[in-house]
């Protein structure tokens, strides 16, 4: 994870938290059922993402299967 100090605004780390991309998994979950994941990327501007089919590598931090 990026370090408090980084400085972002606390809007931007509300948004790229892993809460919020856990959120926003969830309700996608919801809609389309099936495998979704959140992978950590290492950039400090988007440390996580969302992925369909994580790729061998990745580093998932959460994952949704029905």
Avoid: H
């Amino acid at each position: 994870m990026f370090a408090q100090n980084s400085g972002l605004s606390p809007k931007r780390r509300q948004l790229c938290s892993c809460e919020n991309a856990s959120r926003v998994a969830s309700r996608l979950f919801d809609e389309r059922p099936g495998r979704i994941a959140v992978v950590r990327t290492g950039d400090p501007l988007q440390p996580y993402r969302i992925c369909f089919r994580p790729a061998l590598g990745d580093e998932v931090e959460l994952e949704m299967v029905s």
